[in-house]
């Protein structure tokens, strides 16, 4: 089993930057694919990115490519999502999972295990 604790959200002006962390608890980690997703109040879960076990492979959402930055460090047990130019529209609860298989690691439906979130607000 895997637990996760985000942390790293706030209030921040647009234009401006964060780094959310997602620290995972097992010696499994490196087992999993991580994913990153934002719920905004009234609005579904929606897909930010997500990478490989390996870190290798990585994956964007349209609207946060070339923005946002999704890293681990299997080391720490760690995966971190950088976000720069932030903009209103993305003030949301930002949540990460941990996938072991599937087809779509857009869905989160196969993410089996999940953080309570971190908010993150950015004004305009």
Known sequence: QVQLVESGGGLVQAGGSLRLSCAASGRTFSSYAMGWFRQAPGKEREFVAAISWSGGITDYADSVKGRFTISRDNAK??????????????????????????????????????????????SS
């Open 77 to 122: 047990n760690t995966v971190y999502l950088r976000m720069n130019s932030l903009k209103p529209e993305d003030t949301a609860v930002y949540c990460c999972g941990a996938r072991v298989r599937g087809r779509d690691w857009r869905d989160g439906n196969e993410y089996v295990y999940w953080g309570q979130g971190t908010q993150v607000t950015v």
